[in-house]
T-cell receptor, first 113, second 113 residues
């Protein structure tokens, strides 16, 4: 079992739909949880990150972390064609010298106009 | 507009040849990461440096891969000898502070024939 599992999709939705992307993980030491977005033939870019359990909202994006279930989610409201990309979850443990991120394989999302 | 640069962007080589990839991190960033991305394995961390010192290279095949930071503005990843299974996109990323936000370069797309 990989440390981080993510459904690769592909996921195809109409413009304006609410999108839900998810990851599960097995390492209870993970404390920081991130979502990166990767457009085709580009490097990933950070969307948002959360520490420990809870919700975080940034515009149309909401990240949720449930550490008891080892489950994280990213919700995209009012999805736009420009949101079409691969979304990768990433996570790391705590500690001042631990900079290593473990990534999921990514979910390919297409938002159709 | 500060960004990570990588050269070359594309490389096609024959099995057994040496490959050198270069990365210029964002000025002021003190952590540099090397990743490899394939469809099968996703994004895998190969090695990373903090203040130019190697912190972790456990993801790298030691017999053929080597990573260095000769100075704060240059990181290199070498493969010698290259093999067809090394075909992938290699990303460099840099960061500062906690490491949650890593800024990725555009990647080097390597094909080994």
């Amino acid at each position: 079992q990989k440390e981080v599992e993510q459904d690769p999709g592909p996921l195809s939705v109409p413009e304006g739909a609410i999108v839900s992307l998810n990851c599960t993980y097995s390492n209870s030491a993970f404390q920081y949880f991130m979502w990166y977005r990767q457009y085709s033939r580009k490097g990933p870019e950070l969307l948002m990150y959360t520490y420990s359990s809870g919700n975080k909202e940034d515009g149309r994006f909401t990240a949720q972390v449930d550490k008891s279930s080892k489950y994280i989610s990213l919700f995209i409201r009012d999805s736009q064609p420009s949101d079409s990309a691969t979304y990768l979850c990433a996570m790391r443990g705590g500690g001042g010298s631990n900079y290593k991120l473990t990534f999921g394989k990514g979910t390919l999302l297409t938002v159709n106009p | 507009d500060a960004r990570v640069t990588q050269t070359p962007r594309h490389k096609v080589t024959e099995m057994g040849q040496e490959v050198t990839m270069r990365c210029q991190p964002i000025l002021g960033h003190n952590t540099v990461f090397w990743y490899r991305q394939t469809m099968m394995q996703g994004l895998e961390l190969l090695a990373y440096f903090r203040n130019r010192a190697p912190l972790d290279d456990s993801g790298m095949p030691k017999d053929r891969f080597s990573a260095e930071m000769p100075d704060a503005t240059l990181a290199t990843l070498k493969i010698q000898p290259s093999e067809p299974r090394d075909s992938a996109v290699y990303f460099c990323a840099s960061g500062f502070g906690s490491g949650n936000e890593q800024f990725f370069g555009p990647g080097t797309r390597l094909t080994v024939l």
